[in-house]
């Protein structure tokens, strides 16, 4: 069994695409993954919310634009209702725009269709782990206004060492409780260092600091290891 399952098993995943040919496309992707346990489809973004709720999987693979319900307001959802899903989304929109709302409604990955077939799995096993995936070419468009990457060429020794391993973790999806554990610090302790760089390079978001992440190459980096 692959290392990269989730404590040690397989990783439930969960599908969800209106287009029959791209859904049957990305179930062939999955079903070739050994540690991959594909759980259920769905074809618009009610029967989603009811997969996602019934099967809690690790990880729900959402199409952005489907009918009844889209990708983002079932993101918002599942981040209110099952909280312990990790939501990637797939979409053939490449708009910074985009980024910044299903990252803010809690989304772990962004992945563009047109990448699926050579980046899905490995977005899969990153998100699964409790990391954030980033399309290279949606990071890259994120980062389109100058400003985040301007903050992170700029950067380099305005934070301690301690702030960035902190500020890194964070970009990486890392929670608090998991960054403290990974520095042996306290919860609290994690909480001033991100505040503190968060000020010091301001970042007001949770998206703000994925992005300004992505521009660091934090990102690549944890996908380059999963």
Known sequence: MSSTSVAGRRIRVALADDHPVVLAGIRA???VAPEVDLVGEAGDGETALRLVLAERPDVAV????????NGLDLAHRLAAEAPGVRVIALTVHEDRAYVQQLLD????????KRSAADDLLRAVRAVAEGGVYLDP???????????AAGQAAASD?????????????TA??????????????SVKTVETYKARASDKLGLRSRAE??????AKGWLAELAGGA
């Open 62 to 69: 959402l199409d952005v634009s489907m009918p009844r319900l």
């Open 137 to 147: 070419a949606v990071a890259g468009k994120a980062l389109a206004d100058g400003a």
């Open 172 to 185: 990486q999806g890392f929670s608090n409780k998991e960054i403290a554990g990974r520095l042996a610090v």
């Open 29 to 31: 992707l999955l079903q």
């Open 105 to 112: 409604a809690g989304a772990r990955g962004y992945l563009l």
């Open 209 to 214: 600091i994925v992005r300004y992440g992505a």
């Open 157 to 169: 020794g305005v934070l301690s060492p301690r702030e960035a391993d902190v500020l890194r973790f």
